[in-house]
């Protein structure tokens, strides 16, 4: 079984260890991202099988087998888990670069360059590590908000932040082949 979707920027054979490729439960349930270099490895000793492949279709080579770079692979045998892995939501916390590579790096308040997190409701004010509460910030704003939240600095979000929603998306997405083959 094997859908293709266009997806993303441009792969080459420097960055495609670092794509995330999307790991199925054998159920087709999402499971969580891994890198692409351990789902080639689950792939080539047969604990997985592509569901996905990357488009366009861009080579693995090992040793002497060739198999395509995947966007979705799925586990071949069932792994049973008490407490299923969610996509984060609003409330999950998040990291400081998670969060500027979610915002491209771009600040939450004038779009610039930002290589800073900034806490919307401040951290000494008990303002959470959450996808919701923070949002990438350049020097400047970061410097100007200081410790108040928007409102009390005259500083507005260009955007709401919030809860990466690939993993959701992608899981929507193969219900959906699934429900089409
Ligand atoms: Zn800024």
């Known amino acids: 079984m094997l859908f293709r979707h266009s997806q993303g920027p441009e792969i080459t054979a420097d960055n495609w260890i670092h794509r995330g490729v999307l790991l199925l439960n054998a159920s087709f349930e999402a499971l969580t991202e891994i890198r692409a270099e351990r789902a080639v490895v689950l792939l080539l000793t047969g604990s997985a099988e592509p569901v996905v492949d990357h488009e366009p279709y861009f080579p693995i080579r090992s040793k002497d087998v060739e198999i395509a770079l995947p966007e979705t692979i799925r586990l071949t045998r069932y792994i049973y888990l008490e407490h299923?892995?969610?996509?984060?939501?609003?409330?999950?916390?998040?990291?400081?670069?998670?969060?500027?590579?979610r915002d491209h790096f771009r600040c939450g308040y004038c779009s610039g360059w930002a290589r800073t997190v900034d806490h919307i409701k401040p951290r000494s004010r008990g303002g959470p590590n959450t996808w919701a509460n923070l949002i990438a910030a350049c020097g400047p704003c970061n410097t100007t908000k200081a410790d108040r939240t928007p409102e009390e600095a005259g500083m507005r979000l260009l955007w709401e932040p919030k809860a990466p929603n690939d993993i959701a998306r992608r899981q929507r997405q193969v219900w959906k082949d699934l429900a089409a083959s």
């Open 84 to 101: 299923r892995i969610l996509a984060p939501d609003d409330n999950s916390r998040a990291t400081l670069p998670a969060v500027l590579r």
